[in-house]
């Protein structure tokens, strides 16, 4: 007996022993899961929220884009203050600043030595200023990061599309990377390659954006001289960031921070990302707080409203993406005052919506923690440390949080964060509630990341569940938010109005009633011209009585995004038979932006116009108008 009782005891000894080592395998961290973060995209990531200041010469001529044939002493702001610039930023709740400091003009806004022109040859400061410099500054007093926009694109330069331009690319390169102090990010605009003055050549000149820039070894310029940048780039190899195949301010609901490090990329995948991707390329979006990206006096009344900016806000930073908003530096050198009280009331609805999170003040306790151990305990998701996370076991890849409230409790918005450097993981969650003693379903999603914010009716609830439904590997959430935020409508896009009735309008000689569309006021409704293979395609308007004209107003189709013109002439005629050009030109970043487009001529009386479509996007085969406006003198 006392053999068998010995062995028994041994033997109970190991169990135990195989168990506390169990125990304590468990109780360790979890391995990574897919691919994860560099330490730049983390501090990148952690920024969430950073402007864009479009300012060139473009804002002296009123374009979007510049052709690199105007004349730099146009470039006279008379109160630049890039201390307001960096103040309004701050104010704004902004990390960041990313300066154009060169867009497709060749315009520089730095004396730069490979240039004429630049900011050197300009009446400002009698053209011994230098904006970067200024910027870099400011952004030093008010604590935030400078990154840098670098057109590809140079429409002035008479080398560009020749092999000799990308010594020229990269010498201002490292001007802008070695003379004004550390650069969060630098920024590589898509357009690439078209028409321009090309120093006097005023030619169309093609590229292969792939292969031209050998973006290879531009970005290993980048890392030897900013090796703590990050690289945005939507018309090259692969950045450390990625575009989301839209301006207007929002990525999927699914976002993943994965693509393949190779290939091509579709909307799709720009947009949602990639789950099965084997490279971490987050997401950013980048959108105006105007309909342009330069500033147009006639846009002061269309900064877009609190509940338009709530809504970007949710759709960006709210959706694991970080969100990059422009601001248009006006002609006097500053953030128009329209724009700056958009961006503080925005700053002051967030910070006044996310300052009580009520999670922090309920009991929590969840379905499996890893080990059992308290390093990774539920409430470590309600500790606002961001380095600590619940997590569950290895192989359980469902399980729920729990929060009670001890008594009901007003709430509307619920956030999550996954511990990313770990890895992105949740597929799928859903967040209930007890309401009126019941569980209630408030919200469902499927990716969190970086970080999630779902919104849903205002609902008194005493216990909150966050269950994830599916992850794949065991999730890591590192916060979560219960937030009673106030109530805000939906944004919706203000509609043009004409300055002129349209009742006595027809259009002229085009044979299909539907054509109506176009002169409607409708911006909802549409119509397609056929022909748009063969160019120039014109569409007239009688306008029932001679009018005092000083330009007009073309809005794209708004619903399918097809024919979009992209290049035009404007005619005005007193009798539909002889013809005076009043204006020529694109329709810039048309496709990313399909806004209203408003162009200026000098006055002239006409009873006729004529928009000539010389060029859409996409190769489409027709022509494609929601709406045609005259603006009136």
Request: hydrophobic share 35%.
């Amino acid at each position: 007996m006392k053999r068998y009782f010995l062995v028994g005891i041994v033997w109970a000894t190991l169990l135990s022993g195989s168990m506390v080592l169990v125990c304590c395998a468990q109780q360790g961290a979890p391995g990574p899961f897919g691919p994860i973060p560099s330490e730049n995209q983390l501090r990148w990531q952690e920024m969430e929220y950073y402007a864009f200041l479009h300012f060139s010469i473009n804002t002296f001529t009123d374009q979007e884009w510049g052709s690199g044939g105007e004349d730099a002493g146009l470039f006279n702001p008379d109160s630049l203050d890039c201390r307001q610039w960096a103040r309004v930023c701050k104010e704004a709740g902004m990390k960041g600043i990313i300066l154009t400091a060169k867009h497709h003009s060749g315009f520089c806004l730095w004396p730069s030595k490979y240039t004429e022109y630049s900011v050197k040859n300009c009446p400002w400061k009698n053209g011994k200023g230098d904006i970067v410099r200024d910027l870099a500054d400011a952004c030093r007093v008010y604590g935030l990061k400078l990154g840098i926009y670098l057109s590809p694109w140079d429409r002035n330069s008479a080398v560009y599309g020749k092999p000799e331009y990308i010594t020229y690319f990269r010498n201002q390169l490292r001007e802008l990377l070695s003379n004004y102090g550390d650069i969060f990010e630098v920024w590589f605009d898509g357009a690439n390659g078209g028409s321009g003055y090309y120093g006097g050549a005023k030619e169309t000149r093609t590229i292969d954006r792939r292969t031209y820039y050998d973006w290879k070894n531009t970005y290993k310029l980048i890392r030897q001289l900013q090796p703590k940048a990050v690289i945005w780039n939507d018309g090259g190899d692969r950045g450390d960031l990625r575009w989301v195949g839209t301006e207007a301010g929002n990525v999927g609901e699914t976002n993943w921070s994965l693509l393949n490090d190779t290939g091509d990329v579709s909307y799709d995948m720009l947009h949602y990302g990639l789950e099965t991707g084997n490279a971490w390329v987050p997401a950013e979006v980048n959108t105006s707080i105007r309909p342009g990206w330069f500033y147009h006096s006639y846009e002061d009344p269309k900064v877009k409203t609190l509940p338009q900016l709530l809504d970007i806000y949710y759709s960006s930073a709210g959706r694991n993406g970080t969100l990059l908003l422009n601001f248009p530096i006006d002609r006097h050198g500053l953030i128009h005052p329209n724009d700056v009280r958009a961006a503080q009331e925005l700053a002051k609805t967030v910070r006044e919506s996310f300052a009580v999170n009520l999670a922090r003040q309920a009991k929590v306790t969840a379905t499996n923690v890893r080990g059992r151990s308290e390093a990774f305990s539920a409430g470590k998701a309600t500790d606002g440390k961001k380095d600590s996370y619940w997590t569950t076991d290895d192989g359980v890849d469902t399980a729920s949080m729990d929060l009670d409230f001890g008594r009901p409790t007003l709430l509307n918005c619920f956030m999550a964060q996954e511990y990313i450097r770990l890895g992105q993981r949740v597929q799928g969650f859903r967040v209930d509630a007890v309401v009126d003693g019941a569980w209630r379903e408030l919200a469902r999603a499927t990716t969190i990341g970086y970080r999630r914010i779902l919104r849903f009716p205002l609902v008194k609830a005493t216990r909150l569940r966050l269950i994830i439904l599916k992850s794949g590997a065991s999730p890591l959430v590192s916060e979560i938010g219960v937030y009673n935020v106030p109530l805000v409508k939906s944004g919706t896009v203000r509609q043009e109005q004409s300055d002129v009735p349209h009742g006595r309008w027809k259009i002229v000689d085009v044979g299909d009633g539907k054509a109506a569309a176009v002169i409607d006021g409708d911006p909802h409704t549409a119509w397609h011209q056929p022909g748009g293979k063969q160019m120039p395609v014109d569409i007239v308007i009688d306008l029932g009585r001679e009018l005092n004209l000083g330009g007009f107003r073309y809005l794209p189709d708004q619903e399918r995004h097809a024919g979009v013109i992209t290049k035009y002439e404007f005619f005005v005629s007193q009798d539909g038979a002889e013809w005076k050009k009043a204006d020529e030109g694109e329709f810039s970043n048309i496709d990313n932006n399909p806004l209203w487009q408003v162009r200026k001529c000098p006055p002239v009386k006409g009873r006729y116009i004529r928009l000539r479509a010389l060029g859409n996007t996409r190769g489409d085969s027709d022509v494609g108008y929601a709406e045609l406006d005259v603006i009136t003198r």
